[in-house]
């Protein structure tokens, strides 16, 4: 077949052709979303259509013994999240599991959170959801799931909990770069779901600034190839290392658990501190950068979340949809410790 | 209860072999493991069972061995060369692997993590930064653990007056907690002491032994003593009995206590090979890892 034949194959448009349609689809188009802002001004909410990818939600929650899974299902919906976008899908919730101090609920993701997300998506009709964590600091990961309460939770509800610091592994090129790492080594159970849930602790940090969201995820590497506590990681940098890992691992949506956070010296050692929010969002950058102006902390003064903007989400406030509470009502300014260098600078 | 303990250790770990390779999986259903074949070893040989495997394991162990003598979690991730000391622990008894061992032995000598000497600026951390010990992976700087497993494995083939150890045990020494008790590998970030882990404690106490004085870390001692009272999950328990046994010191119930661990897999699923095969070699190590290593 020669090339005039090609081009008048009516199964093809000719250029000229996809020119005049793109025209009129562009006229259409823009009538169309006219009409859609004059009536809809606020935007369609769930379950006809999906809000955008910034909308950030804040949730008042001022202690864990209260019906949590309404308020995440509130959210999920507030978000746009429909029963046909989780029907069937296998969930994986990565809580923040890093040390444990009896008594202590303000170190790890706390276990009525984990309950509550489990619930939400199961309710949603959800396949399956799991819990999975590489923790940290510690390598008896079952130690720190009884002492923090995580497995009489995962246990009563039969939820099953995945080691990755110990899973195999599959690695990827790291493309992002923000770091000198040439690849990305990952959990295979991540390759194994279809939604990666950041279930993160609202806390201050004393190398990162704050840890949420995208930090969190520091914890689906395995200590097997990175060390306890991620050494590899830190080696090469922290800021960067947390874009390289979500830039790569992309997942679809967060919550933060500031019920009850920590201030001062975290992620171990700081102090409690009642925000009494839950804040979702399925763009992690708009998220933390929502939570960081919850905690008082500039999101720009931040490292990692500087280096997140644009390109991986919009961290300035008149780029994220406020859902829920407004940032002002709930705003609880965390402690911060002058002589800690990521600290400094970072009020707002 | 030891031969009751042994009994369903033996039926455990005979699902997690894998025939073919030789060598253990890390997990039921999962791949092989570099490290869990180790403790499977030594666990194994600690009861004089399962001569068929242990050929088989050793051998899976030296084909993962590199040129330079590294052993590796696989191929390639050449980086991750921690289970080379437990692959020292694996040969240990077997002649046929003295070479192997040699080699394994040679690149720990040669090999240290990232150190710096401290300047006359104020650090976030108050470890001397300059003390050459053993990193998780290649370019990172040294910890707890690896350094207690490279110092344990050089003891036991007969580098203990190597300089490379004496200096690891300097570095176990300056990351005690000042209130006893060892953890990763920080004492104070900040100004503020942090937390000890039994597993971390176990683990030191092993590779001092015989060689610091019992004032050194009796703090260290005490804290093992009051916290595995409350201890039952694999890894921390069995590093925190061999620790106290390594010093002489064996909590009442201790036998029980590893039974009451094992009950927990109702709740946790089965354990990993590793974690098994060490709750096992906890139970025989009367005087810590190292006497395991002496029949």
């Known amino acids: ?348 | 209860m030891q031969d009751q303990l042994a009994a369903v250790y033996l039926e455990t770990i005979r699902t997690r072999v894998l025939n073919q390779r030789g060598g253990f999986v890390g997990q039921a259903g999962g791949g092989y493991r570099p490290d869990a074949t180790a403790w499977a070893v030594v666990a194994l040989q600690a009861l004089a069972q399962g001569a068929g495997f242990l050929q088989a394991a050793r051998a899976s162990l030296a084909d993962q061995q590199q040129a330079d003598g590294r052993v590796t979690l696989s191929p390639q991730h050449p980086d991750t060369f921690w289970p080379t000391p437990l692959a020292i622990f694996a040969w240990h008894q077997a002649p046929e692997y003295r070479q192997a061992q040699a080699r394994a032995s040679h690149f720990l000598l040669a090999t240290t993590g990232v150190h710096w000497q401290r300047g006359s600026e104020v650090t976030p951390f108050e470890h001397d930064p300059a003390l050459k010990g053993w990193p998780w992976i290649a370019n990172t700087h040294s910890w707890v653990e690896p350094t207690a497993l490279a110092v344990m494995a050089l003891q036991i083939t007969g580098y203990g007056e190597h300089e490379r150890v004496k200096e690891g045990v300097r570095l176990l020494l300056d990351r005690q907690l000042p209130g006893g008790g060892w953890n990763y590998g920080n004492t104070k970030v900040f100004g503020q002491e942090l937390l000890p882990f039994p597993e971390s404690t176990g683990m030191a106490l092993n590779a001092l032994r015989g060689v610091v004085s019992q004032g050194q870390v009796r703090k260290s001692l005490d804290f093992l003593q009051a916290r595995l009272q409350e201890v039952r999950t694999p890894l921390a328990l069995s590093w925190g009995l061999m620790g106290l046994a390594s010093w002489g010191e064996e909590p009442a119930g201790a036998l029980g206590w590893i039974g009451e661990c094992l009950e927990k897999q109702k709740r946790f699923g089965p354990y990993d090979t590793a974690s098994l095969s060490l709750l096992l070699v906890a139970s025989r190590a009367r005087q810590g890892l190292e006497s395991v290593f002496r029949n």
């Not at chain 1, 009884?146 to 610091?165: M, Q």
């Not at chain 1, 050692?269 to 929010?277: H, Q």
């Open chain 1, 1 to 348: 077949m020669d090339h005039q034949d090609k081009t008048s194959d009516r199964k093809g448009w000719t250029r000229r052709e996809f020119i005049y349609c793109s025209l009129a689809g562009a006229v259409l188009g823009l009538s169309v979303y006219q009409a859609y802002r004059r009536f809809f001004p606020g935007g369609l909410s769930w379950p006809f259509s999906r809000a955008e990818p910034a909308a950030t939600f804040i949730v008042r929650a001022p202690r864990y013994q209260m019906n949590l899974a309404s308020l995440i299902l509130r959210g999920l919906k507030e978000l746009g999240i429909t029963p046909q976008e989780i029907r069937g899908k296998r969930i994986l919730l990565k809580p923040n599991l890093v040390e444990t101090r009896i008594g202590a609920e303000h170190i790890n993701t706390h276990p009525l959170v984990v309950r509550a997300a489990v619930e939400a998506f199961l309710h949603l009709g959800a396949a399956r959801v799991l819990v999975a964590e590489g923790i940290g600091h510690r390598r008896d990961s079952l130690l720190v799931l009884e002492e923090s309460g995580l497995a009489e939770v995962l246990f009563e509800d039969r939820i099953p909990f995945v080691d990755l610091n110990y899973d195999t592994v599959y690695t990827v090129a790291n493309t992002h770069r923000a770091t000198r790492m040439a690849t990305l080594t990952f959990p295979d159970i991540l390759k194994q779901v279809d939604w990666i849930v950041s279930l993160a602790k609202m806390k201050t940090h004393h190398w990162a600034g704050v840890t949420l969201s995208m930090k969190n995820l520091f914890g689906v590497m395995p200590g097997s190839y990175y060390g306890w506590p991620k050494n590899v990681l830190h080696a090469v940098g922290i800021d960067g290392s947390i874009l390289d890992i979500n830039a790569a691992l992309k997942p679809q949506l967060a919550i933060v658990d500031g019920i009850l956070g920590m201030e001062g010296d975290g992620p171990i050692m700081g102090t409690p501190k009642s925000a009494g929010v839950l804040v979702m969002g399925r763009n992690l950058p708009a998220l933390d950068a929502t939570c960081a102006r919850i905690m008082g902390i500039n999101p720009h003064r931040l490292g990692y979340l500087a280096g997140a903007a644009p390109r991986l989400g919009p961290i300035r406030e008149a780029s994220i949809r406020q859902l829920g509470e407004t940032i002002a009502a709930v705003s609880t300014p965390f402690a911060l410790i002058e002589a800690i260098p990521a600290h400094r600078g970072i009020r707002l």
